[in-house]
């Protein structure tokens, strides 16, 4: 079951999720990974969007999930993009060097132009 | 004497990385990962051992390299495994539950193992209950169905090996119910 103000919606093999929620836990971060993994294996998504909009603090925890995750989604040839991160979210993101390994838009309709 | 900042040695197809310096920096270790990332391309080997055992203190911008490293591995079929973490490096990992994704190993030849082992060992989600290969979307199936033959093949060779077992065995029993001479 996602997590309270966690939403999914999928369009064709688009997903796009919606945390909002200022504080993301490991546990959050988990049920939302679960609820994506099954959207590959069952509803033939491929590619996802990370709506982070309302994220203050991301878990540092919440990176190993989410890698995990994208070796799932590259596995199918997909992509993970995150969108309207805070500074603290880019931060962790940046000071990790991650950004290079998850795409990093400013809104939701670049993210989906770049699939 | 400036010390060499890394060295890279193989044993078959895994590479052995071993940063020298106590202070690991993201720039130090972005060089070794491009090295490993052309001798990966290169076809030299498909997996890497990252053996930390000199590293005191890990840049939190080495864990981006170290990624990069394990998404171009696994593009080869291989993986990347981390040995002999200090306590610092291991905390870095274990926050960041990166250690589920990697491994962290006491020693480097289990690392070495592991990742042998991990190359014959099927994909974690075929493991799991759920759908069957009927299931499965179409975007994972070409990948699948390459080693879904393995299974197949084994059952032959098995039951190829049970028929010329039961042979001699068939010819004795024949002997021993036949009439007394």
Redesign the interface.
Same mark, same amino acid.
């Given at each position: 079951m996602l997590p309270e103000g966690f939403e999914v919606e999928q369009a064709g093999q688009l997903v796009t999720a919606y945390l909002r929620a200022t504080e993301v836990a490991h546990i959050d971060m988990q049920e939302l990974m679960q609820e994506c993994a099954e959207k590959i294996r069952y509803n033939n998504a491929q590619n996802f969007i990370f709506d982070l909009e309302q994220v203050e603090f991301l878990a540092s925890a919440c990176i190993g999930s989410l890698v995990e995750f994208l070796q799932e989604v590259e596995h199918c040839r997909g992509q993970i993009a995150l969108v309207n991160c805070q500074d603290n979210v880019t931060f962790l993101f940046k000071v990790t060097r991650l950004d290079n390994v998850f795409h990093m838009f400013d809104d939701l309709e670049e993210a989906i132009e770049s699939f | 004497m400036n010390q060499q900042a890394y060295q890279i040695d193989r044993d078959r197809r895994v590479l052995v990385a071993r940063p020298n310096r106590a202070q690991c920096m %993201?720039a130090d270790l972005a060089s070794l990962v491009v090295e490993l990332c052309q001798r990966i391309d290169q076809g030299d080997a498909d997996s890497v051992v990252i053996e930390l055992s000199n590293v005191q203190h890990m840049d939190?911008?080495? &864990? %981006?390299?170290i990624? $990069?490293l394990?998404?171009h591995a696994? /593009?080869a079929g291989g993986s990347v495994a981390l040995a002999q973490c200090q306590p610092n490096v291991e905390f870095l990992f274990k926050?960041? @539950?990166? #250690? @589920? $994704?990697l491994g962290l190993y006491d020693s480097t030849e289990n690392a070495i193992a592991e990742l042998r082992d991990r190359r014959t060992r099927p @994909?974690p989600?075929q493991n799991r209950t %759920?759908?069957t290969d009927s #299931?499965?979307?179409?975007? &994972?199936q070409p /990948?699948r169905q390459t080693r879904g033959y393995a299974p197949m093949i084994a059952a032959l060779l098995r039951a190829h090996k049970r028929i010329h077992a039961s042979r001699p065995v068939a010819q004795e029993q024949t002997l021993h119910h036949g009439p007394p001479s």
């Open positions: - | %993201g939190s911008c080495c &864990l %981006g390299r990624i $990069v394990h998404q696994r /593009a926050m960041t @539950k990166l #250690d @589920k $994704v @994909k989600h %759920g759908p #299931d499965t979307p179409r975007n &994972l /990948a």
